[in-house]
C-alpha cells in the first residue's frame, strides 16, 4: 500500500511544536547549569571522568549514545529505503567484539586510571609526541564528524520549518558546547539518558503512526520482501557488492573493537565508573541496547520505505534528497497531531547535541603542555 496524495502536507511547525521543541533543548541546558552551580568540577579527573564514580546504567546508556546520531533516524531509514536491510547484519558482530573490548581493553584502561586513551600511548611508548599526535588527530577527525552530524537535523529543520541551514547548525554548536563545557562528564552523562529517551520517542513514533497507516508492522515487512528490501544472509564472497553477510561481520567486528575500545569517548565513559566490574558491563550492556537502537531504525525504514513503495517521493519530484525521506514523511504524517513535529525534530536535534562530548577532548588539548617540536625532545613520563 503506498502513501495516497489525499494527504496535505503541512508547511511548518506549529506553535505546541516549537514549545515542544525548546521545552526538550531546554532540558538539556538546565542540566548544564545545575551540575556547573550545584555539582562544580573541583580537579581535571572530576571535570573529564566525574570523579570516577558514575552510576552503571546512565554510564551504558550515555555510552550508546555517544555514538548514535540523527544519522540513525535519517540515514538508516533513508539506506533501507534505496538500497535495503544488508548492512543491518553488522549487527551479527557485536556478540564478538563487545566481550573483547569488555575483557581485553576495558581492564587494562580502566587500571591504569586514566582521563585519555592518549595517556597510555604516552606510557606504552615513553614518548609524549606520540601522545600529542594522537591528540591532534582525534581533535581533527571529531571536527570532521560533527560536521556530518550537525548538518543532518539542519536538512530536517530546514524541511519542516524553512530554517536555514547555518541557523540550524550553530545553534545546535552553541548549545551542545555550552552545557558540556560548563557541566563536565557529569552533565553529558544525564544529558545523553534524557536525549536517549527523545531518540528512542522519535523512532517509536514513526514506527506506530507508519505502522498503523499501512495495517501494522508485518503489512510493512511484506511490502519491504516484496520489492526486495529484506537481504539477509547472502554469503556471495564478491568483493564489490555494496553489502553481504561476511563484509558487515568482519567489518563490523574491526569498527565495533576500535570504535568502542579505543575511540576516547568510550575509554572516558567506562573508566568514569566506580568499579572494574561496572566498567565491563557498561560495555556489556551495550550488546542488546545497541542491537535495540540499530534495529528501530531499521523497522522505521521498512515502514517509511512500505509508504512510499508504489510513490517514491525522489521520483515524484516532492524531495530532492534520499536523506529528505524521513522528514518528509514526518511533515506529511506528523503534522496532524500537535507536539509530535516538534517531539521528532528535537529527536534529531539531541542526537547531533550528544556528540559534542568530543569537544570535551579538544578542550583539553589546551591544558597539554607544548612539546619543543623542533628538537623533538622527549618529555618525561609522568607528565599527563
Known sequence: MGADDSVAVSTGMSAVDYVVLIGLLGGSLFIGVYHAIFRKQKSTADYLVGG??????????SLLASYISAILILGVPAEFSYHGSALWEAMYSNIIAFPLVAYIFVPTFYRLKLTSAYEYLELRFDNYLIRLLASL???????LYLGVVVFAPSIALHTVSGFPYWVSMVSIGLIGTFYTAIGGLR??????????VLMLGGLVAIIAIGAFRIGGLSEAFRISGEHGRLDFLNFDPNPFLRHTTLICVIGGIFNTTATFGCHQTSVQRYCSTSTL???VWTMLLNIP????MVSLGWIAGAVVFANYAECDPVLTGHIKNKDAIVPYFVLRYFSGTPGLVGLFVASLVSASLRCFIKFNLIQKLS???PTPLIIFKTAPSHRC
Open 52 to 61: 570516577r564514580s558514575m552510576p552503571l546504567l546512565p554510564t551504558a546508556i
Open 137 to 143: 588527530t582525534f581533535a581533527m577527525q571529531s571536527m
Open 187 to 196: 552533565a553529558v552523562v544525564w544529558t545523553d539518558v534524557l536525549q536517549g
Open 277 to 279: 566490574k561496572s566498567a
Open 289 to 292: 541496547l545497541l542491537t535495540l
Open 367 to 369: 591544558k597539554i603542555k
